[in-house]
């Protein structure tokens, strides 16, 4: 009875606590129906190590397994040293206008790389049958996106049953709880299966599965791992036959899932899955369900929590998450665009945690041993994208697997940049995967792209600017600087004008008529604001830490020498070097608008020729797309300061998938509003993420800009949460009306405060100063590019902007500071 009276306390405590914390108490998926045997319908949990896709079947309930070094293959290389030897005849080849012919000599130079990338795979399958729950009444699913848990939840012969699932962080195991509301009613079989080479084994109330990945492209499978399922009952009788467990008539059951691998790094697969696999189980079998629940749901709001969002409610909110997705883009629903915006969120802290790897095209959701592009790393957009939230929506600890990636893909690159290149520094290429291959994958037509780590070493910088922690930037410094170097070995003069560029390279999977079909090029416009911005990063880097001040200048006057941006004869960015762009390609990629989102190369104050031009491009490109490309284009959009067209965006890709009519048609989202290219890529969720919050607050162009871009559908709301780059936070910002109504700013750093507001506002005891001139503070310094080059037959109209007011005021470290209207 005492014990009895503790657990009916703890549980009253969980259940004030949850309350406590609790936003809205409406960010939930929910639905009427279980997901049957469609993935896109299941419901995702992750702690960034352990994941799970839980469909809520009554009679048959599948619980997908996931852990994210579970790949195929193992350490491995894919560079081609035939290439090097080519490589004068080929930039050759290309400054002649022979970019076909360029494109052929790389091809047969590379075709000796038959490894493309490993395979990111599943575990297997968690399976729990529940004989005569084949008719059932009141059924109910959810995922709750403030406790990170999915439950199910409906009745038989009047019994209500209750199953919860949730990972762990602090336990590091999968939960699965099965109650009922009576007594000795519960009872089910559970086995493990999995597509891998294994053995599964049962015995008592625990059944083992170990297994290894599979070969793939002629490298061996060396992932070993361990899966164990062990099963705490209250009540009931259990029994084993044919590798499951059979329990009957429990009161209620909790299961631990323990997951663990042979894999240490990159390099190294020297671990013990087994016994790694039993310590996590039997350290987490020793604490009840609601210690295990207490631990995880505090673990999880640390992060979530940082973030709160009100745009209001409408009756909408009623109805199940699938029918608000399909009324969403001719509705009024605007509590929808909050919900999407937190399960970004959600979707980053479930799949991109401290200490393990970055989340991958499927985040770390995956049911095939061969998924599209196979899950892995596409780092010409994809992968960056993932990443877009973190820092603005206050994830800043998910971005460390991203930032550890880069560090390791700066050792494995090395060799790729003398190798393939005769450079120094590091490179990689448009994809790579958990061994950190760098060499070209998928052919000359996609492949053939050297600056993947220049991409992802903005996202390096990036956490810089928003922290100003310098043992940080000591620490990631060798790798920023690698990849100035390689730019630096491998940029070339280029005839015409004596730019220097990147030859060869593409812009993005996209190919202009004038190259017959190549897409192999020099000096694209993608490429030169990449290196730019890369020794402009640098350059400041090297400044902070007092560093490499001889290098810097080598950057400074290499950088003075790329080629400027360009405005063609259609009035748009100029996509390659040449003005050979199609004012009707509607390609998914928009490659050459970097400058745009998320660098701050183009500017409606600084560059306002570029910023129309760069819209031109933008509406000639169209808006309905894959469902990442439209998480692209709410972000650009947003820079536009466009509100209603972003939000139109927003609408488009919260379509149901396969509704959307286009160039790239299909692209949307699905029931469990996971994004479709289609198929299923998790980036397009962390895009629109990204996008919403660009919407309300910008601080990459020399001040933190407040409503920039607020669609007239959102005329009242709040945020707080916010991160701004000089370790500035918005602890709240609200708006009535279409006007700012009050800000509170949260100054980590000190120093000069920047501010643009769409309204004149005031602050108490203060006078607010007009700003001019450049923002001192060094964390919104603007680099200014070269002057744009800009064609006769170009017809530019000025950009139309909404008027704003520019404040500036100084903060000390630590202090809150609160300005209103």
């Known amino acids: 009875m005492i014990v009895r009276n503790k657990i009916i306390i703890i549980w009253v405590l969980i259940s004030l606590s949850c309350n406590a914390f609790s936003q809205s108490g409406n960010l939930k998926l929910w639905y009427r129906a279980p997901a049957e045997k469609v993935w896109e319908a ?46 004068p005849e080929v930039r050759k080849l290309i400054f002649e206008g022979k970019n076909l012919e360029a494109s052929k ?9 038959k490894n493309n990338g490993m395979k990111f795979q599943p575990v297997g399958d968690f399976n729990l049958s529940f004989p ?66 294994s053995t599964v084994t049962a015995q008592g109330n625990e059944i ?30 259990v029994s084993v036959g044919n590798k499951a467990i059979t329990i009957s008539k429990a009161n209620a059951a909790t299961i631990y899932i323990s997951v663990a691998t042979n894999f240490v790094n990159y390099k190294n697969l020297s671990a013990d899955e087994n016994k790694l696999a039993k310590d996590y189980l039997n350290k987490a079998f020793t604490k009840s369900y609601p210690q295990l629940l207490t631990s995880h749901i505090a673990a999880y709001q640390k992060y979530f929590n940082r973030v709160k969002f009100n745009l209001g409610t409408t009756d909408s909110i009623k109805n199940p998450t699938d029918i608000r997705l399909k009324d969403f883009s001719k509705g009024n629903d605007p509590q929808f665009v909050t919900l999407y ?22 985040g770390i959701w995956n049911d095939k041993m061969s998924p599209p592009w196979d899950s892995k790393y596409t780092i010409n957009i994809n992968t960056e994208m993932n990443y877009w939230p973190a820092e603005v929506t206050n994830l800043t600890e998910m971005h460390e697997p991203l930032v550890q990636m880069v560090k390791e893909l700066s050792e494995t690159g090395k060799e790729t940049a003398r190798v393939m290149y005769g450079a120094e520094g590091w490179a990689t290429h448009h994809n790579t995967d958990i061994w950190r291959i760098s060499g070209p994958v998928d052919g000359v037509y996609h492949g053939m792209w050297p600056m993947g780590g220049v991409w992802l070493s903005r996202h390096v910088w990036d956490k810089y600017t928003y922290s100003g922690d310098k043992k940080y930037l000591q620490s990631v410094y060798p790798s920023l600087k690698g990849a100035a170097q390689f730019c630096l ?26 190259y017959n079909g190549a897409s192999t090029s020099a000096g694209t416009t993608m490429d030169n604001q990449l290196v730019f911005e890369l020794f402009s990063n640098v350059i400041h880097a090297s400044e902070v830490l007092g560093a490499d001040k001889e290098f810097a200048a080598q950057l400074v006057a290499a950088r003075k020498r790329l080629a400027p941006m360009q405005v063609g004869k259609y009035s748009q960015l100029q996509e390659w070097l040449q003005d050979v762009d199609n004012p009707t390609d509607q390609h998914r990629h928009v ?12 500017s409606p104050y600084r560059t306002p020729e570029l910023f129309s031009a760069a819209q031109n491009t933008l509406v000639a490109r169209g808006d309905i797309s894959t469902g990442w490309s439209m998480g692209w284009k709410v972000n650009l959009w947003a820079r536009l300061q466009d509100g209603n067209h972003a939000f139109k965006l ?59 871009a607020l669609p007239d559908d959102w005329k009242n709301g709040n945020i707080s949460g916010l991160r701004a780059k000089g370790g500035f936070e918005i602890v709240d910002l609200a708006w009535k009306d279409g006007k700012l109504n009050k800000v509170i700013i949260k100054s980590a750093l000190g120093g000069n405060c920047r501010i643009r507001v769409p309204n004149a506002i005031k602050m108490k005891n203060t006078a607010l100063k007009v700003a001019t001139g450049s923002n001192p503070n060094f964390y919104f310094q603007v680099d200014n590019t070269a002057q744009a080059i800009v064609s006769d037959q170009a017809k530019l109209n000025p950009p139309k902007l909404k008027e704003t007011v520019l404040y500036d005021f100084a903060t000390q470290p630590g202090k809150t500071y609160t300005l209103y209207y």
């Not at 996931?66 to 090097?84: A, H, I, K, Q, Y």
């Not at 490659?591 to 183009?602: A, T, V």
């Not at 048609?665 to 993420?689: E, M």
């Open 42 to 87: 299941a419901l995702p949990v992750g702690n960034g190590r352990l994941a799970a896709m839980v469909f809520g079947n009554p009679a048959n309930e599948y619980i997908k397994l996931n852990e994210g070094t579970v790949w195929s293959g193992g350490p491995s290389r894919n560079d081609s040293g035939e290439f090097l030897e080519s490589l």
């Open 105 to 113: 000599l790389i091809g047969q130079k590379i075709k000796s790389i």
């Open 132 to 197: 005569g729950h084949e008719t059932y009444s009141d059924y109910y699913r959810e995922l709750d996106l403030e406790k990170a848990i999915a439950k199910t939840s409906y009745t038989v012969n009047g019994v209500k049953f209750t199953r919860e699932v949730f990972v762990s962080t602090p336990d590091q195991v999968i939960i699965v709880r099965l109650t009922s509301n009576k007594r000795a009613s519960l009872s089910f079989t559970a086995n493990l299966l999995s597509q891998h080479t």
């Open 208 to 237: 083992d599965l170990s297994g290894i990945t599979s070969d793939h492209e002629g490298v061996k499978g060396m992932v070993k791992f361990k899966t164990i399922a062990k099963i705490k009952t209250e009540g009931g009788s």
């Open 341 to 362: 915006f937190q399960l970004g969120r959600y979707l980053l802290i479930s799949s991109s945690q401290p200490g393990g790897q970055p989340a991958n095209l499927q």
């Open 489 to 514: 070995s491998i940029l070339i003069e280029e005839p015409t004008n004596k730019w220097l560029v990147i030859s060869p390279s593409m812009s993005p999977e996209n190919a202009p008529k004038a």
């Open 591 to 602: 490659s050459h608008l970097f400058g745009l989102f998320p660098s701050n190369q183009i």
């Open 650 to 708: 927003i609408k488009d890709q919260l379509t149901p998938a396969g509704l959307n009519k286009g160039a790239n048609s299909g692209g949307g989202t699905y029931p469990n509003l996971f994004d479709a290219h289609p198929p299923f890529q998790i980036d397009g969720n962390f895009g629109c993420t990204s996008g919403i919050a660009e919407m309300l607050m910008q601080s990459q162009d020399g001040a933190i800009h407040l409503l920039p």
